[in-house]
T-cell receptor, first 115, second 112 residues
């Protein structure tokens, strides 16, 4: 199974600023995913990131607010831009292994609080 | 579209009690089904999975059987421990499509 690390593990940020979250995987993977978990809620997929192409965003999420980079097969970043308190969430990256059974492995998450 | 419905929590049990967390789903075709667990302050971990009807997934004393006739994948454990206190998520996915659909999660609290 893939081992995934995220940085930072948590942060407290001021309204209007931006935060970039890093996701590192210990093996090469084609697809990486970014999820948001708002307090007391389930996971919501933000976008899918393939190496060498633009990320694909889910309904309700836009590139200007959540720009994503995927420079290689083991790394991705998610930026939360122009933050507001509503962006306070846990942000998780995940990767898929074991095709075709969609087994996903998750990073430990980044707990973001926006004041 | 696909959806997953879980029983609302929190579920509060005493140590060594029997656990059931209900999960039902709506999906086209033949999805794979998963249970993920999230311990306090941590990310999600895959607990168990089942990829076809009548499959039983099991891990760490937890079990769930893929019931296509009732579109269910209930999580069970015969004797819970305090260390099982966590949030449990039921999810489904389709072969060839990478995204998963999650339920809202059920918090389990086990007291000594």
């Amino acid at each position: 199974s893939a081992v995934i690390s995220q940085k930072p593990s948590r942060d407290i940020c001021q309204r209007g600023t931006s935060l970039t979250i890093q996701c590192q995987v210990d093996s090469q993977v084609t697809m990486m995913f970014w999820y948001r978990q708002q307090p007391g809620q389930s996971l919501t997929l933000i976008a899918t990131a393939n190496q060498g192409s633009e990320a694909t965003y889910e309904s309700g999420f836009v590139i200007d607010k959540f720009p994503i980079s995927r420079p290689n097969l083991t790394f991705s970043t998610l930026t939360v831009s122009n933050m507001s308190p509503e962006d306070s969430s846990i942000y998780l990256c995940s990767v898929e292994q074991g095709f075709p059974y969609n087994e996903q492995f998750f990073g430990p998450g980044t707990r973001l609080t926006v004041l | 579209g696909d959806s997953v419905t879980q029983m609302e929590g929190p579920v509060t049990l005493s140590e060594e009690a029997f656990l059931t967390i209900n999960c039902t789903y709506t999906a086209t075709g033949y999805p794979s089904l998963f249970w993920y667990v999230q311990y306090p302050g941590e990310g999600l971990q895959l607990l168990l999975k089942a990829t076809k009807a009548d499959d039983k997934g099991s891990n760490k004393g937890f079990e769930a059987t893929y019931r296509k006739e009732t579109t269910s994948f209930h999580l069970e454990k015969g004797s819970v421990q305090v260390s099982d206190s966590a949030v449990y998520f039921c999810a489904l996915g389709h072969s060839g499509y990478s995204t998963l659909t999650f339920g809202k999660g059920t918090m389990l609290l086990v007291s000594p």
